[in-house]
């Protein structure tokens, strides 16, 4: 899942005051967690914007608190998207709804049949 802009923003904040309060090298974290040197670097500067992997072994390694996502933030978002899109549809297209539906019905069954 992706983190909100402020999550990012959390984090960042949070690795650097370690940084700056408990000294250690991008060296020593790139040993510590088999992360690349050039990449630890790179996320100690603040510079990332997904919650990898690799940016959890330095937490772990500078023991810093990765801000939660929750997954209902995430489905909202998507829900929310396809909402637009289908209001979209059926204010531009006078049969939109009937379309929508003979589409999500489609899905289903493919889903069904494991497609």
Known sequence: MKPTSK?????QTRIAKRMANDPISYADIA???GVDPSQVGRICKGDFK???DNLMQICRVLKVKVPRISPKEDVDR????VHA????ICRE???GAKLIGRVMDAIADLQ???A
């Open 7 to 11: 999550q990012i923003s959390v984090l």
């Open 85 to 88: 899109s289908v209001s979209r």
């Open 78 to 81: 998507e829900w929310s998207k």
């Open 93 to 95: 297209h006078p049969d």
């Open 112 to 114: 069904g049949r494991g």
């Open 50 to 52: 997904t919650f990898s």
């Open 31 to 33: 040993r510590a967690t």
